[in-house]
């Protein structure tokens, strides 16, 4: 197996194990977050469970991080090879006549999603980190105040309709990554085409429903809190 | 039918090239776009210029020999033809028709729309074959029940002309379709199981190293192929490799 992960189809198989662990994430995520458009106090449990339950801070938290990293760098990698196999291009080539926009693109919709997690990290990831592990307060309350701290934050954050909208846009571009990307991942880990419409079925399903909740989510907090 | 006509030219492989534009006239819509091309050079040839040169053998679909992207599609605007079948009723007079060679750094152009494919027979070379024992104590092929579907798929993949017409088609210069065909047309049946470990890896290894780039699932391939090699069939590639590096 020493060679597989070099060779183009074993990049492929890790291309699509990433890809499937961070559609597991996002749904899991997807699922949390909408426990705030409920429950606020739902959600804040869910919240404190996962920023302090120690398999999910010491050993699924590195595991997201790689996955993230690795499915970037490796997505950068191919993009570089795959624009260097044809190094002369087409004075003509219509590629709408045998693709989608989506699957032609990816690397594009890809970097919008990259600038997304960046914007990301620094709003939620970045100061539950100080908070936690440099501050050492693991208690999840409000400073000097009652209860969890997890719920005013995420409302707080989407009184901007700034970031709402840099939000919205992402989760369009995440829509369009994953309306090829769903289906392309079992399709490289040799999934069977006969199950090839179901899966493109879940896979739009999929990359409509998550992003739309999460817009949903968004602009519910914009508009409720503002 | 009077058509312009933008062709890449290129004297030879180190020549830098250009797209030069042609009229060409009383063209029937009832030709094959090499009779057109044909037409073309005579006209060349009469003026005095140097024809355009273009690949071609059987003219009847099979060979593999002929390619050509035209208007930004390999093998033209039909589907399931190829360049020798695609027939000029499938443009209107007054056309321009933009015609390049198939590019990929794997296919280098030779001159003009040719292009060097030896990649593909290379990778053939590496493992796209059965190694029978021809002692006199060979069985009879017929004697091994094979399914129909297995037999139905390998057939499928079998008939993939080794055109390269899904390497020009995808966006990344991807030979998959191709080499999951030829691993397909064995992988089924069960004279093939015999080397399969060693043909797929080898296969692969050697499509990795004429620098083909990585199938992304576009699909553009399947739609521009002209025999309608599936993309299920870099699916069952992708599985044999993996099941092959578990195994071996």
Known sequence: MSGFFKSSIGRKYAMALSAFFLMFFLLQHFAINMLSVFSPDAFNEASHFMGTFWAVQYVLQPVLIFGVVYHFVMGFILEARNRGARVKKYAKNNGAANSSWMSRNMIYSGLTILAFLVLHFIDFWIPE?????????????????????????????????????????????????????????????????????????????????????????????????? | MNLTLKIWRQSNAQAKGKMVDYKVTEISEHMSFLEMMDVLNEQLINKGEEPVAFDHDCREGICGMCSMFINGEAHG????????????????????????????????????????????????????????????????????????????????????????????????ASAMLFVGAKVSQYALLPQGKVEAIDRVQNMVAQMDLEGFGNCTNTGACEVECPKGISLENIARMNREFLSANIKG
């Open chain 1, 129 to 226: 980190i100080n908070t936690k592990y440099i501050q050492g307060d693991m208690t999840g309350l409000v400073p000097n105040g009652e209860g969890f701290r997890y719920f005013e934050e995420l409302a707080h954050k989407f009184e901007n309709p700034l970031r709402v909208g840099a939000y919205v846009i992402a989760f369009v571009f995440l829509s369009l990554h994953l309306m090829h990307g769903f289906s392309s991942a079992f399709q490289s880990a040799g999934a069977s085409s006969m199950r090839k419409e179901k899966l493109q079925f879940f896979g739009k399903l999929y990359a409509i429903i998550i992003p739309l909740g999460f817009i949903f989510i968004a602009l519910f907090h914009h508009f409720n809190h503002h």
């Open chain 2, 77 to 172: 605007p039909d589907r399931g033809v190829t360049t020798c079948q695609l027939h000029m009723r499938m443009f209107k007079d007054g056309d321009t028709i933009t015609i390049e060679p198939f590019r990929a750094k794997a296919f280098p152009v030779i001159k003009d729309l040719v292009v060097d494919r030896s990649s593909f027979d290379r990778i053939q070379h590496a493992g796209g074959y059965i190694s029978v024992n021809t002692s006199g104590n060979t069985q009879d092929a017929n004697a091994i029940p094979i399914s129909k579907h297995a037999a139905d798929e390998a057939m499928d993949a079998a008939t993939c002309i080794g055109c390269g017409a899904c390497v020009a088609s995808c966006k990344n």
